[in-house]
């Protein structure tokens, strides 16, 4: 094993790893993804069961690749050369340039969503709600959506505007502006949401939204809902692909692999619980379904500020704020496809960001609605947008997670694991290490493969 320190730049401090990583985390994940997840899977026991996998097979894996990238200060590819690993470790960082994409497909389509969103508020289309009774309005902002991301012309608009911004930011290669947009704004974002949630909890439904949310009844649990749990907690916390190995490759030296990766988890499971607080209550007490699926988070939203003092301008914030937390996520997103054509294929940056927003835009259209112009087209019983979703988080980031976890359980060597992990000895957690390689070891690729085997009907229980 080498101990290749070489002197590649770092994020500047601890505070700055936790925020540049949380970044990563926080994004439409947390507000978009996890509300409309826990409405189409029963609620409190989804929740359950995304929060264990989060603790046994989540954090396990975040901190292998903290651990893989700091311990090379390398690319997800190049990092295997580094550790001397046979070629075939090098599959984890080719299948993660391919999630990124799959993953960008569609996400570019939601944020494109999100800042037509910005552009509806700013032009006042929600104004018309406070004058509405309830299931007027639940009605109007319903309609609204489905003309928003049905249309022929304007999803497609706002999606390659979506995919531009990443590309220009990524070009200009802004990384301390990124890092100061991040820090300044993620605070914001919380701010905002926890209005929202008080708002929320003095609405009607208040109390039947949060027993849905936190009430476990797992008669609501299916086998694909476990495997989407799973695959949510790789999405959430950007697992499986590689971006953690690249970001741990800028940590700092003194960074607790351990702590970080418990302080990411647990912030942006708050932040998760936060948007379904303010979400759920508005679905009960304006008699919505909660497994209204993609859209349920536009359908929402623009009924929590509706009857209140400086609605419309909360609004704009929220909507706002949500597209600046997609944006850094897409950075993070794109950045790891960009790194690969640099690095391992010899291109120049410029050459690899228009490649990259290429084939985003070029496949990722065909994702822009359910319901739009491709929305009739179904391989394996799935449109496009639920498919890119489907085989990228069910599929690829759990094969990934698995991948990573005997690599660094069985593969890598133990005295440089333990090593990188106690921060050369300086920190006193030789009991937690053992404890981590076998969790490692044992418990996270033994439940990765038994969700799995269920999920596809291989075993039942
Ligand atoms: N974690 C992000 C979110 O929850 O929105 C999505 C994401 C970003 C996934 C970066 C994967 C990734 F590499």
Redesign the pocket.
Known sequence: MVDNKNNRETFSSGLAVFFATLG???????????PYMVGENGGGAFVLTYFICVLLVGIPVAVSEFYIGRSTRKNAVGAFDVLKAKPFWKSIGYM?VL??LF?MFF?SSVAGWVFSYVFKAIKGDFLSLASLSMEEAAVNVSSQFDIAVGGSVSPFVWQITAVAIVSIIILAGVKKGIERITKTLLPLLFILIIICCIRALTLEGARQGLSFLFRPDFSKLSASAVLSALGLA??????G????ITYGSYFTEKDNLFATSARVALS?SIVSLLAGTAIFPVVFTFGMEPGAGPGLLFKTIPLVFSKIPFGNLLLIAFFILTSI??TT??L??VE?PVAFFIEEKGMSRNKAVILTSALILIIGLLTVHPKSVFGNVVIAGKGFFDLFDYLSSNIM?PIGGLLISIFVGYVTNKDHLSKELSNNGTLNNKGMIKFFINVLRYLTPALLVIVFLNSIGIINF
């Not at 790789?234 to 697992?239: G, I």
């Not at 692909?241 to 953690?244: D, H, K, N």
């Open positions: 990563s985390a926080v994004g439409l994940g947390n507000i978009w993804k996890f993660g999630s990124a993953i996400y790789f999405f959430k916390l950007s697992l692909m590689g971006t953690m942006d937390a997609a996520a897409m993070s997103l790891v980031l």
